[in-house]
């Protein structure tokens, strides 16, 4: 039997990560090497227990994990990365692959669904539900960006500015979540407001809600 794979697991909610070590503490081919709740914690342990695999929460407290995502691939490449989030996955497995990725799992899909995603991800494929593979391939096909809407104009950071402003957060809020300037985070809503064609801070913040209601614009 080959040696168990060795996994991080990264999200800033315990009950989902006693959760998942549960799972995984049942699969001979994994072994649960580490765990971290944080940004700091998750680049701590990367270089800790240098693991095989990591399954990644996009969402650490108020920061969308793309950036992160992108800082441990670079710290190590050979880790096969498996997103496991509850963010739309549309708009976000396309990005997530870009950024180093090669599984996306949708939380509402079921925690017992993670070992068949990370099994598929050890045996070199990529992991994503028939959705994203059929929206992935069309827009190939396409030579488009596979983001529904006018989600495909805007940048990472963009798209997280406007998440937290869909969750209530006002731009003091969002600048201290960030560590950005309020002046930073303003420039960001004047971007968001010229790419989605909206007038006013007011219809930029229902637009805002309606992408964390539906995914979409």
Known sequence: MSEAARVLIVDDHSIVRFGLRQILDQEAQF??????ASPAEAKRQVEACWPDFAIFDLTLGARDGLGLLRELHDLRSAMGILVYSA???????????E??????????AGIEKVPEALAAVRRGERYASGAV????FQSAAAGRPPLP?????????ELQVLRLLGTGLGTAEIAAALSLSMKTVGTYRERLKLKLGV?????????AADFIR????
Do not use: H, I, W
């Open 87 to 97: 963010q739309p996955e549309l708009v976000y497995a396309p990005r997530a692959f």
């Open 31 to 36: 072994s649960v090497c580490g765990e971290a």
């Open 199 to 207: 007038d006013n801070a007011l219809q930029l913040e229902r637009r």
């Open 99 to 108: 950024a180093g990725a090669r599984g996306y799992l949708m939380k509402d």
């Open 133 to 136: 593979q059929r929206a992935m």
């Open 149 to 157: 809407g006018a989600l495909d104009s805007l940048s990472d950071r």
């Open 214 to 217: 539906t995914g979409n614009l």
